[in-house]
């Protein structure tokens, strides 16, 4: 699976970011589908996860109400919508699949990674 992640820019403080990730290879609905993200001098950390047999939703507590992570499976795409942004969402923001139909919050559980796409959410 190769995974190409799009749709990172710089935002004000309150507005709205969609962020995008092409699958080519498998389909995402075999999946679990996470964001993460980093922050410079910062371990990654989890954001968001979709397992692609029972479509459950996880979050961590940082984002929960204000992210959303969604999947298009004609597209083969999974998208992070971010709304409300907060400084403190600034990163480099990383999409991962892993072999497991169960969603996980731990990096080291996923198997392939994206490059990453840098959001900055200005003051």
């Known amino acids: 699976v190769q995974l190409q992640a799009s749709g990172g820019g710089l935002v004000q403080a309150g507005g709205s970011l969609r962020l995008s990730c092409v699958a080519s290879?498998?389909?995402?609905?075999?999946?679990?589908m996470g964001w993460f993200r980093q922050a410079p001098g910062q371990e990654r950390e989890f954001v968001a996860s979709?397992?692609?047999?029972?479509?459950?939703?996880y979050y961590a507590d940082s984002v929960k109400g204000r992210f959303t992570i969604s999947r298009d499976n004609a597209k083969n795409t999974v998208y992070l919508q971010m709304n409300t942004l907060k400084p403190e969402d600034t990163a480099v923001y990383y999409c991962?699949?892993?072999?497991?139909?169960?969603?996980?919050?731990?990096?080291?559980?996923?198997?392939?990674w994206g490059q990453g796409t840098q959001v900055t959410v200005s003051s």
């Open positions: 979709f397992s692609g047999r029972t479509s459950i939703t």
């Open positions: 991962a699949a892993r072999q497991s139909p169960y969603n996980s919050i731990y990096s080291s559980q996923y198997n392939y």
């Open positions: 290879g498998r389909t995402v609905s075999l999946y679990n």
